[in-house]
């Protein structure tokens, strides 16, 4: 493998596009190819040589990026995601995404070792708009873990000739020196996209994950559309197609293999769910995405770049490939390589076997964690030293290395571009506290001491937690934000993160699942959390905003109890009732009000939804001290229980948005006037005296439309769940405990129980009645 | 330079002057064929041809047309031409015939046509799946396969036993969710090979059907044979792939880079013609599993291949899965080498 190497020669001198260029009284050279210029970007800005027309259309293409579908436009019947950021968020749009985010590929692996995919083209969706978790596949006998990857700089990609691939090809290592490498190929081109390189075209790799990953269907894009993509990505015969010499009309331009059959689905919704204008925008966005900018050359990265040659990582990390504009520095020969069987997941992707996989672009890597294909490694350190197979070579020379020499290799991997951009989390490493009373910010102001804790809490908030810190052994997110982002940390989440609940039902009886009522998303690498196989009821949880936690906290007891009514002694068919936990304590927080505090809440988040166990606390009940994956317990200590509290504790309530103070009586009029506010209590005060407007009273009510049920939670009915609050509502659609909703207007129309009567008035509202009451619930 | 490749360089130049000189909208050009093939007839506007063959001592006959109006070709002594059907059909996949007067054509949405040398009618089947293939060891004995290869269920056996067509239950599969079945072929009422979905292959020993294994996962699109020692599997969708039976063993084989492939015919049974997508066409050692492309000089795919009795080799397909309303049609020949 040193034909490739020559590229090396300069290239270091090349990213640092400085002092290369030989001197006049220096003999002439031959020409070699240079670095192309005008490619390099911060993560996720537009590539430098684009036009302003396909600026525009990069700027769309990033908004149907972050657009998040709804069932009424076509989400699901399936899906693990409701937008396209979901999975390409990290560090920034385009990027690869948290543990949180990864998914399964499920096959069935036959007799004669022929694998035939299963689920959804071979991608096991979490969700379905039943709200029951879509179950595996019965002939599913083989499921691998996969992390969302990023795209940065896949256009250049695109545009590099399959020879130039092909050139570092040697599937019988001729040259014996270990290393194989042989290309997948895909309609007849060489696949560069996707951690097999399974896929040719650009256009091809957006349609299949819309459809497996959202139940988006779309047509492919017309000859047309085709031929006004940044990259040329028409079929022969069009009026302006270049031509080949001997005046073929052909042009075999491998970004026109693109899958070309339109994909259905039978959710309602008319096909295609995607315009081809949405369509066309993405994949541009996705051509025109910059290649991430290197840092400038240091001694300490060049130090770790000799290292890395000399360890010859470069044999499949190849620095450059040559592209029409020059070399591309992706570090990476985009060939398929055996990584040995500690890798092997068993899914074969076209030429692709079990242990083969894609050499992954180092370019950007710094921000791109966690690593492999799989996401098991947390840091770039223990991703080198699963290395196997072909690898193992070069990854038992650095476990050999000093452990300066090994930070000079990892220095000069972070030197590769995304190092300024990388988060812990999603926020940027530098971020401020927002101000008080914001979005995100301290309800009230804070001293210095309580400033910097408030910080530190909104960073652990938001860090992603890794598998070594115990994450798992099963989990829904491997960070708080993961669930509560929406529209700041400490919000609410979108339909694609509500978590599943399971119950068992017999003869109508509520039966306790073991190990309990969670149905976690995520476990162990390749493998899906099992349930009871007796559960036969699954619930849709969607995320709460915790914004104003803190306050609640803070309303006396006796106010919330002074509005219990469970006898409905009063006969106005609301009753509510209070939840007292098995210990006496009140319950607050939560869809059954069965959390009591922000303290306990940290507690139960922490253990069920990230799988971490918890130290000790006398006089609190919640979190799992122990499991059993391989990390010591307790994983999570004091100081981070408590940073998280206070910082909870602390979070301001939603601001009004968008209040119109001459509307505002006559919208809160009808919202008394419809029955509403006999639930949704617009406001309580706190013990020192603050009023807090959450449009809540915090109790258990039927609210269950069409004699529905819910999981049992305690003392919590399958029919009762507590009022939500109401502030900040604008920002946390979709709506109800189960996400069924995805307008304010729809929630109430799907009110039933002690609702109904309301719902009933709502609906006898005239239309001016019903705007006004609407606009004024959006600016709560 | 040959005169006929001059020639076909000439077109291309009229057509590029056509189409970006005169403002006028330019129809889709017909490819140029490759050397040693030449076009059969100007199909560009004929619809999408989906299968050519010919009955024993009957014309080659090329069907498929649009999804909503169904077609047909008849090679004459003086040429190709449409063939005129009384009623409106879908578009049309495949046919086999007996003999000049007894023709069958399956098509979509469960559409059967019979046809006896002077006129087609329609024969009422149980199904409404779209249908794929067709082939029979006797005028009473016919297989049609089909299905719409979205819903468990949708994979469609036929039978004809001379009288009228009925369900064949599909045996149970260990492969999972295959819902469809895209081409027959025996070479006997006791020797029956199905292909479709997901790498299935099923064989009919003219008492049950059974499942085999072949080594591919992917869509196994066509099948063909001479004789019960040498049968071959095409298809691959992206990739092309071959399997090929030798009276006792499957031995499968990847053929990328070469493309998925649609269409496989041979007579002789070292030698194969397959065809499939980005214009492939190619001449596969049987023996050997190892196939000869022809450089593709066109990206519209083909969906069949066939040798006549005169000794032609016909290629049909055309813009195929194209979303639009310009369906565009593509037929290309050459004459058939003494050993193939």
């Known amino acids: 493998m040193t034909k490739t190497t020559r590229w090396m020669r300069g290239l270091g001198c090349a990213l640092g596009l400085v002092g290369c260029s030989p001197t006049a009284s220096e003999p002439p050279v031959p020409e070699e190819p240079r670095i192309a210029s005008d490619i390099f970007g911060a993560l996720g800005d537009v590539i430098p040589f684009a036009t302003p027309e396909q600026r525009e259309s990069f700027e769309r293409g990033r908004q149907v990026m972050l657009r998040r579908f709804t069932p009424e436009e076509g989400l699901g019947p399936s899906f693990n995601v409701a937008s396209c950021v979901n999975c390409h968020e990290k560090p920034v749009v385009g990027g690869g995404a948290g543990r949180y985010r990864n998914f399964l590929l499920v096959g069935q692996t036959l007799p004669d070792g022929s694998f035939v995919p299963t689920g959804v083209n071979g991608v096991q969706p979490h969700f379905t708009l039943e709200g029951v978790r879509r179950p595996t596949d019965d002939a599913t006998n083989t ?37 194989s490498g042989r290309p997948n190929y895909d309609r007849g081109f060489v696949g560069r996209f996707g951690r097999k390189s399974q896929t040719v075209s650009i256009e091809g790799f957006i349609r299949g994950p819309v459809f497996n990953h959202m139940g988006l269907t779309s047509n492919p894009l017309s000859e047309e559309a085709k031929a006004r993509l940044p990259v040329p990505s028409a079929l022969d015969g069009l009026p302006g197609a270049s031509r080949l010499a001997g005046g073929l009309r052909t042009v075999r331009q491998a970004q026109a293999a693109a899958p070309d059959e339109p994909t259905v689905d039978d959710d309602g919704v008319p096909d295609p769910e995607m315009s081809e204008q949405e369509l066309f925008d993405l994949v541009s966005f996705s051509m025109l995405t910059a290649a991430p900018r290197p840092d400038a050359p240091t001694p300490e990265s060049e130090a770790g770049q000799q290292l890395f040659t000399q360890l010859r990582c470069d044999a499949c990390h190849v620095p450059a490939l040559e592209g029409p504009r020059g070399l591309i520095p992706l570090y990476s020969d985009l060939l398929l390589h055996d990584m040995g069987p500690a890798l092997d997941d068993g899914i074969v992707m076209k030429l692709a076997g079990g242990s083969e996989f894609r050499t992954q672009p180092l370019w950007g890597i710094a921000a791109a964690g966690p690593y492999l294909h799989d996401g098991r490694a947390d840091d770039l350190d223990e991703a080198i ?24 290799v990892l220095h000069f991997l972070e030197s590769l571009g995304g190092r300024e951009q990388r988060s812990d989390g999603m926020l940027p490493q530098d971020a401020p506290v927002p101000p008080t009373g914001d979005w995100g910010g301290p309800a009230a102001a804070l001293n210095a001491q309580d400033q910097e804790r408030f910080r530190q809490g909104q960073h652990l908030f938001d860090r992603d937690f890794g598998l070594r810190e115990g994450v798992g052994p099963h989990f829904n997110g491997d960070s708080c934000r993961a669930c509560h982002f929406d529209p700041v940390p400490g919000g609410a989440g979108g339909l694609d993160l509500d978590v599943t609940r399971q119950g068992i039902f017999v003869d109508g009886t509520f039966v306790y699942p073991m190990p309990g ?4 998303r995520h476990g162990a690498v390749d493998a899906r959390p099992p349930l009871d196989p007796r559960s036969n009821f ?21 106010l919330i109890l002074a509005n219990e009514d469970p006898d409905d002694v009063d006969g106005d068919g609301i009753r509510g009732r209070a939840h007292r936990l098995a210990d006496g304590r009140l319950g607050r927080f939560g869809w059954k009000a069965n959390v009591p505090g922000v303290h306990e809440f940290v507690r139960d988040a922490l253990s069920n939804e990230l799988g971490l166990t918890l ?41 009004r948005t968008g209040a119109r103070p001459d509307l505002d009586d006559a919208g809160l009029a009808l919202f008394h006037d419809v029955g509403c506010a006999k639930c949704h209590v617009p406001a309580f005060p706190t013990t020192d005296g603050r009023d807090v407007r959450l449009f809540s009273d915090l109790l258990l009510h039927d609210v269950m439309r069409d004699g529905r049920r819910s999981v049992e939670d305690g003392d919590a009915q399958v029919n009762e769940l507590r009022t939500p609050p109401l502030w900040g509502l604008a920002q946390t659609a979709p709506y109800l405990h189960d996400g069924a909703a995805s ?29 006004a009451l609407l606009a004024f619930l959006q600016t709560l | 330079m040959s005169v006929k490749r001059l020639s076909g360089l000439m077109g291309a130049a009229l057509w590029w002057a056509l189409a970006t000189g005169c403002g006028e ?56 031409a449409p063939v005129s059907l009384t009623e409106a059909v879908p578009l049309l996949n495949w046919s086999h015939g007996f003999g000049p007067d007894d023709v069958w054509v399956v098509g979509n949405e469960g559409t059967v046509l019979n046809g006896d040398g002077v006129q087609w009618r329609r024969v009422p089947v149980p199904t409404a799946q779209d249908l794929w293939g067709i082939w029979g060891a006797a005028p009473d004995d016919l297989w049609a396969v089909g299905g719409r290869g979205r819903q468990a269920g949708d994979a469609t056996l036929l039978h004809y036993d001379g009288r009228e067509w009925t369900v064949v239950q599909v045996p149970p599969l260990q492969r999972d969710r295959v819902d469809a079945f895209y081409k027959v072929w025996g070479s006997a009422h006791d020797d029956v090979w199905v292909v479709g979905q997901k790498g299935a292959v099923l064989h009919w020993d003219g008492t049950v059907w059974t499942e085999h294994f072949v080594g591919i996962s992917d869509d196994l699109i066509s099948v063909w044979g001479a004789g019960r020692e040498r049968v071959v599997v095409v298809g691959g969708r992206s990739n092309g792939v071959v399997a090929r039976w030798d009276g006792q063993a499957w031995t499968s084989r990847e053929l990328a880079p070469l493309p998925g492939l649609n269409g496989v015919w041979l007579r002789t049974p070292s030698v194969a013609h397959v065809v499939g997508i980005e214009g492939t066409l190619a001449v596969l050692d049987v023996d050997t599993l190892t196939a000869h492309p022809v450089p593709a000089t066109t990206r519209l795919t ?11 080799l016909t290629a049909v397909g055309g813009n195929l899965g194209a979303l639009a309303d310009a369906y565009q049609g593509l037929a290309w020949t050459r004459p058939l080498g003494p050993n193939e």
């Open chain 1, 143 to 179: 499921l691998a873990t996969r992390n969302p990857i990023p795209f940065f700089g896949v256009g250049l990609l695109a545009e590099i000739p399959d020879e130039v691939i092909l050139r570092n090809a040697d599937p019988d290592d001729a040259d014996g020196d270990g290393i």
């Open chain 1, 538 to 558: 699954f619930e849709r949880r969607q995320t709460p905003s915790l914004l104003g936690l803190g306050l609640i906290e803070r309303i006396p007891e006796a």
């Open chain 1, 743 to 771: 307008t304010v207007a729809s929630a109430i129309t799907l009110h039933g129980g002690e609702a109904a009567s309301s719902r009933r008035a709502y609906e006898a509202l005239s239309a001016p009645e019903r705007d």
């Open chain 2, 302 to 312: 083909f969906h069949s291949v066939f040798g006549d009795a005169s000794g032609d």
């Open chain 1, 517 to 520: 009522t969670m149905a976690h």
């Open chain 1, 615 to 655: 130290v000790d606390e006398p006089g609190l009940t919640f979190g799992a001290a122990r499991d059993d994956d391989d990390i010591a317990d307790p994983e999570v200590g004091l100081s981070t229980i408590e940073t998280l509290t206070f910082y909870l504790a602390s979070l301001a309530p939603p601001p």
């Open chain 1, 385 to 408: 030293r699963l290395h196997g197979g072909e690898g193992q070579r070069s990854r038992d020379a650095y476990v050999a290395l000093s452990h300066a020499e090994q930070a000079r």
């Open chain 2, 25 to 80: 909208p330019a129809p889709a050009p017909e490819p140029d064929a490759p050397a040693g093939w030449a076009p059969a007839f100007d199909a560009t506007d004929a619809g999408w041809l989906m299968n050519v063959s010919a009955p024993p001592g009957g014309p080659l006959l090329a069907v498929g047309g649009r999804f909503d109006q169904g077609a047909m070709h008849q090679r004459h002594a003086d040429g190709w």
